[in-house]
C-alpha cells in the first residue's frame, strides 16, 4: 500500500465529515515482499508480470475454478484453516 490507514482516515477526514463506526475500505493490500510473499490478488499479480516482462501470464479466473487460501504461523500451524471458494 502506499498510504497507511491512518493517511487514508486523515484524508476521509479531511473531504468529509466520518462518525464513530464509520468504515474505510482499502482494496487488496499489497505485500512490498511480493517477489517472496505472493500477491493479493489475479489483476496485481498480472500488473507484475506485465512490467517484469512485458505481458501477463497469468490468466484470469474462469467458471469452476477455484480460490484457496490459508495463513500458516512461522511454527506451520494455520491460523485459521483454510477457506475454499469455487466459481
Not at 486523515?10 to 468504515?23: N, S
Not at 489483476?43 to 467458471?63: H, L, N, P, Q, W
Amino acid at each position: 500500500m502506499s498510504f497507511s490507514f491512518g493517511e487514508l482516515v486523515a484524508h476521509a477526514a479531511a473531504t468529509r465529515g466520518l462518525c464513530a463506526g464509520t468504515l474505510v475500505g482499502s482494496g487488496t493490500v499489497s505485500n512490498s515482499n511480493y517477489r517472496v510473499c505472493g500477491s493479493t490478488c489475479i489483476a496485481e499479480r498480472r500488473g507484475i508480470e506485465t512490467v517484469d516482462t512485458g505481458a501477463a501470464k497469468t490468466s484470469y479466473m474462469r467458471f469452476g475454478d477455484s480460490v484457496r487460501m490459508e495463513v500458516v504461523l512461522p511454527d506451520g500451524q494455520s491460523l485459521f484453516g483454510s477457506i475454499e471458494q469455487r466459481g
